[in-house]
């Protein structure tokens, strides 16, 4: 007979600029199940978490933007493979932080995989699909190709804390968007895991920067960061004050704006379609004169 | 270098009939405003008072916003080939009337007959035959199988293209089977009126289209309207900010064209006869009034003093005056309230230090005039750089390299247009990637076209006006 052994547990930090930091303000806040079992302290993010991880995420964006298709579809497909070698942990962190089966955990895990996988795959098409050539009445060459919109702030949904996270952050990358994410406050353990994966799947530091803690708190300088260009409010379901309030901040620098669902259980099992891969895209139209 | 002396070609008036007074347009008829007030709208050209307009209060938008809902299900349940009739028919109408409604723009405007008559009504009909086209085939328009349409559209347009960015608002909004309530601009309202007169004559469903002429309260009226399913607005980023504060928290869809502070990028190897006819075009057209202007010339070092010359000399040929003299190049600015702020910052841009420079030119006596104007020695910190001046006003900056040509052209709040000359197409394609605005005309300037989507990054706005992506604006997806 063996000893019993204690497990090694983990510290879940913070994801900026490509690498793991606490919380500057050294706050955590208890993650716990459905029956209020301690599971971890996670950081509790500051205001001035979100800023440097706006700044991350700036720097972050000339090089995503400027790779090539392929590449960021290979680079993300690669996330798939990370997170497909991590099925059991990722599953045993939504079971616990949703309160969810074994079986129906391992669904979701499956579900994000797939996502991940389907997102990946866009990057080299959205270009055909929402850009061309456009048949002005001149001698003209015109071409209208949709570009990443800048950095986007995302509000990760509530209820869904991996499948519901990776359908909102993965068509901001595909289209080569960086990202600053407030995961989802009750469930941040995956979302701070997921963080892990990103890391080891050649994703650039600063593409994407994932944080923990209050949503409110974090959504609202984000809201009102100059540089950020955009905000997904996906996580401020259900809290119609706070959404507004948010969508009001975003118009002091015109961020574009995805307005959360009208309820917070909307799930995140249907085909996703298009929408969020084109609502953080710019459509650039250039015109050439044609002759000798 | 000489001036030719031309003998004054003015066109015509008698082409175009005013009315001494004109009511609000709700439910496919002209009626006072609830309160009797009206606003009187000048020639810009000659301070001619041309007509006295119905002044729109609340009582009034929201009487057009429930003749629009009223005729909302109607429209969006015929079939799309009996819609795209109806916009067929409006632009077949808009083109026999195309040399009325040119004079009448030139008259409310200020801006050259030349430009009315061959840039703006030549698109405002070319919009509507575009859009009508695609009333039937929305399916197609990769919408996905069955888009809906919004409902009732609040669209509220400026003065500098008053006919062609209400055809920018209309055409796809109708398209796609939504109700229109149009605001046009308080200085320049009459096209909009005349516009009415051709649904009118097109036989269009009372209703489908509503104008309500009035200033930004009424605007402000009209975008808060509980009852409004959709907000379009082209205009400054300031209200532009305070629209998207209006709306925000409700499911009213907004789209957004704004400012810009445009650069036009002229590299060593430019065919410099070229650029510098397309340099007097992304500034002078339109008497700058325009969003999308290049309003900052980005000069490449090497050839900056000899680009200066040929701008000057071309620049000493412009002729400013009547605006239906068909040989003006500039005309009117649109109101005295613009002119003051053109005047305000030009003054800032000599304050600040940078040189100031106009060529000879005499003004009319009367009217909103401002000089074709060119300022050197300017900083990236001068306001004359930063802040959009809507006027005649070129601000010159320089450059040594791509990159720095880069970053100066997006070193701004703005993204709407940008313009790069050279001969080289590898570089054109390398600007073309990197320049954060939603046009990027090389080797050409301010051109435009239905099929072509227009629209900005950043503060210029967002949302597209124009080729399949501008059917997105009004449709539920």
Request: proline content about 6%; charged content about 20%.
């Amino acid at each position: 007979m063996s000893e019993p052994r204690l497990s090694v547990l983990k510290t879940y930090k913070l994801y900026v600029g490509g690498r793991f930091p606490r919380s500057e303000s050294g706050r955590v806040y208890e993650v716990t199940d459905g029956e209020r079992n301690w599971l971890a302290n996670a950081p509790l993010a500051s205001r001035k978490d979100a800023r440097d991880a706006v700044a991350a995420a700036r720097k972050g964006f000339g090089g995503w933007s400027g790779a090539t298709a392929y590449n960021r579809g290979q680079v993300l497909y690669r996330v798939a493979e990370m997170l497909q070698g991590r099925r059991e942990q990722f599953a045993a962190e939504v079971a616990a932080g949703e309160g969810l089966s074994k079986a129906a955990s391992r669904a979701q895990v499956d579900a994000a995989v797939d996502r991940w996988v389907w997102y990946a795959g866009w990057s080299d098409k959205v270009a055909q699909v929402a850009g061309g050539a456009n048949p002005v009445a001149g001698p003209f060459f015109n071409l209208s190709t949709p570009e990443p919109t800048g950095v986007v702030a995302v509000l990760a949904p509530q209820e869904s804390s991996l499948l519901g996270l990776v359908s909102v952050l993965a068509p901001v990358l595909a289209t080569g968007n960086t990202a600053v994410v407030a995961a989802s406050e009750r469930a941040p353990l995956p979302a701070l895991s997921l963080a892990e994966v990103l890391a080891t799947s050649d994703v650039p530091g600063g593409v994407v920067n994932i944080l923990s803690g209050r949503t409110a708190e974090l959504a609202r300088p984000l809201a009102a960061h100059q540089d950020v260009n955009a905000i997904d409010l996906a996580g401020a379901a259900g809290e119609a004050e706070l959404a507004r309030e948010l969508e009001s901040a975003a118009a002091d620098n015109l961020k574009r704006v995805v307005r959360p669902p009208d309820s917070a259980g909307a799930g995140w099992t249907a085909d996703p379609g298009t929408d969020r891969l084109l609502a953080f895209v710019e459509t650039k139209t250039v015109w050439h004169p044609v002759g000798a | 270098m000489a001036l030719f002396e031309y003998a004054p070609a003015p066109e015509s008036r008698a082409v175009v009939d005013i009315a001494p007074a004109y009511g609000l347009f709700i439910d496919g008829a002209f009626r006072e405003a609830g309160s009797g007030t009206t606003f009187k709208t000048l020639s810009p050209a000659t301070e001619e008072v041309l007509s006295e307009v119905a002044y729109a209060d609340a009582a009034d938008v929201d009487a057009a916003v429930r003749a629009a809902r009223a005729a909302f299900p109607a429209w969006a349940a015929l079939p799309g080939a009996e819609r795209a009739k109806y916009l067929f028919r409006i632009a077949r109408i808009l083109q026999e009337r195309s040399r009325e409604l040119a004079v009448l723009e030139t008259l409310d405007n200020g801006k050259p007959i030349r430009e009315t008559r061959d840039a703006d009504l030549p698109l405002v009909a070319a919009h509507f035959f575009y859009y009508a086209g695609w009333a039937d085939k929305l399916n197609h328009a990769g919408y996905g199988p069955d888009p809906r349409p919004l409902g009732v559209a609040a669209q509220v347009i400026p003065w500098n293209f008053p006919l062609l960015m209400l055809a920018w608002k209309i055409a796809p909004a109708l398209a796609t089977g939504n109700a229109v309530v149009l605001k046009p601009a308080e200085t320049t309202p009459l096209s909009a009126l005349f516009f009415a007169d051709v649904c009118r004559q097109a036989g269009l469903p009372g209703g489908v289209v509503n104008i309500v002429t009035g200033d930004g309260a009424t605007g402000a009226e009209l975008v808060a309207h509980p009852d409004v399913d959709k907000v379009a607005f082209t205009g400054s980023t300031a209200v532009g900010k305070e629209i998207a504060r209006t709306v925000a928290g409700t499911r009213k869809k907004l789209t957004l064209e704004l400012g810009g502070k445009g650069a036009n990028i002229v590299f060593d190897d430019a065919p410099l006869d070229q650029a510098v006819e397309g340099i007097v075009n992304g500034i002078f057209f339109n008497q700058g009034q325009v969003c999308c202007a290049g309003s900052r010339l980005l000069v490449q070092e090497s050839v900056r003093d000899e680009l200066l010359d040929a701008l000057k000399r071309r620049l000493a040929t412009l002729r400013v005056g009547d605006p239906l003299d068909k040989n003006t190049d500039v005309g009117a600015i649109n109101s005295a309230e613009q002119l003051a702020r053109i005047t305000e910052l030009a003054e800032a841009g000599e304050a600040e230090g940078a040189e100031r420079w106009s060529p000879p030119c005499e003004l009319p006596p009367d009217g909103y005039w401002f000089a074709p104007t060119l300022f050197t020695n300017v900083t990236q910190a001068h306001r004359i750089a930063r802040e959009e001046i809507f006027g005649p006003v070129l601000s010159v900056l320089t450059f040594r390299t791509p990159d720095e040509a880069v970053a100066k052209a997006n070193n701004t709040p703005y993204g709407l247009s940008a313009g790069v000359w050279t001969e080289k197409g590898s570089r054109i394609l390398r600007m073309a990637n990197e320049l954060r605005a939603g046009i990027v005309w090389a080797n050409t300037f301010n051109k435009f076209d239905p099929a072509s989507p227009f629209g900005g990054y950043k503060e210029s706005g967002y949302g597209r006006e124009g080729g399949r992506h501008g059917l997105e604006a009004y449709l539920n997806v």
